[in-house]
């Protein structure tokens, strides 16, 4: 009788395929009133010597019948926590579904868009992305730029500078007024020879249509043994060529900068006809960058030695052609966070820039 109950519910138990019906069966087995409950009671029936044998038996079978439903309720939960894991995936790259208009609620801004094109270009020229702080200290900001004490390129950048504590008189930390403190910082880290662009938010105490307090430079720094004012040219024209997707001429303008000798302004071809700005022809000109052979001062403040190694630097607006190629009228408008501008001028999250499918 006692084996014919254990097969009978450790077959059920075997085939159940829900946790309700395991337990009906722990009821119907085990319960009060379950058949191996009664069968227990019945031991008072029996004799002592059937009593010792019966008794231990019912016991053991009691136990095998909880442990058997224990076991198949944790292979039910393993098994429905996999279904759950099979259904509800969610792909958390999608972009989202839209509000109410049907529009993407997101935009990738602008300036974000352009920063990640420039990015895309300069990698494939073998420039890799470096980052640095935007407190600085000012002998990043300007002593190691061969930008001392009283310079009056100090004056001229409109810096903010950070408060020190009361007592505390060493000079105060700034917003970085440029990126090219990241010039001495990978230097530093890196050694000769060097390849990088710095893209990121710099500062200045000017505001106007075209000056933000807070915009954005693109940093670029190669050293090598024999890089020159050639190499810079034919860099810059490839990228404003793969930026503005049509070959664009560049003009060189002496000029002068503490950080590079000799140092060059550097304009692009481009036409105003009609009220608006078309790059890569007529024959207009308009400022997009600074650059230079880096001076060896600079050179020497980020520890590589100018009898061996030479290379150029330059410094551009990302906000300014991104102005450009995507003919935004107004500056400010960038940092108004007007969400009707941002959808007309913002991009899909979809549309990661790259060289392949074209900037
Ligand atoms: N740092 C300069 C600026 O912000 C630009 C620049 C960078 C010029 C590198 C020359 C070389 O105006």
């Known amino acids: 009788m006692m084996d014919d109950l254990r097969t009978k519910y450790l077959s059920q138990i075997d085939t159940a395929s829900t946790e309700a019906a395991l337990e009906d069966l722990r009821l119907a087995a085990i319960g009060k009133k379950g058949e191996v409950s009664l069968a227990m009671r019945s031991l008072g029936k029996m004799t002592p010597e059937e009593r010792q044998i019966e008794g231990p038996r019912l016991n053991a079978l009691k136990d095998e019948i909880t442990s058997a439903i224990a076991a198949k309720k944790a292979a039910l939960e393993d098994a429905a926590l996999e279904e759950r894991l099979r259904h509800e995936w969610l792909d958390v790259t999608l972009p989202g579904r839209g509000g109410a208009r049907g529009v993407a609620e997101g935009s990738v801004h602008p300036v974000s868009q352009v920063w990640e094109e420039c990015t895309a270009i300069f990698a494939d020229m073998g420039f890799r992305v470096a980052e640095g702080p935007q407190v600085e200290s000012d002998w990043y900001n300007f002593d190691a730029l061969n930008i001392p004490d009283h310079h009056p390129a100090r004056g001229e950048m409109d ?30 880290e890196h050694g000769a020879p060097l390849r990088i662009i710095c893209p990121g938010r710099v500062y200045r105490a000017d505001f106007d249509q075209t000056h933000t307090p807070m915009f954005h430079q693109v940093e670029g720094l190669a050293i090598g043994r024999d890089i020159s004012m050639a190499n810079l040219k034919w860099v810059l024209e490839e990228f404003f060529t793969a930026f503005f997707g049509t070959k664009v001429r560049t003009r060189f303008r002496a000029s002068h900068f503490p950080f590079t000798e000799p140092s060059a302004e550097v304009d692009i071809q481009c036409s105003f006809e009609g009220g608006t700005v078309k790059v890569g022809e007529g024959d207009g000109w308009l400022e997009v960058l600074g650059s230079g052979m880096v001076h060896p001062h600079v050179l020497r403040a980020g520890g590589i030695d100018p009898d061996e190694w030479q290379g150029f630097a330059f410094g551009m607006g990302i906000d300014r052609i991104a102005m450009l190629k995507y003919g935004i009228p107004d500056l400010r408008a960038f940092f108004d966070s007007d969400l009707r501008w941002l959808r007309h001028y913002g991009f899909s999250a979809l549309q990661v820039p790259t060289l392949r499918a074209g900037v």
């Open 159 to 188: 810096t903010f500078y950070m408060h020190r504590a009361a007592g505390d008189d060493r000079p105060p930390h700034v917003l970085r007024t440029h990126t090219s403190p990241v010039q001495i910082r990978s230097m530093q």
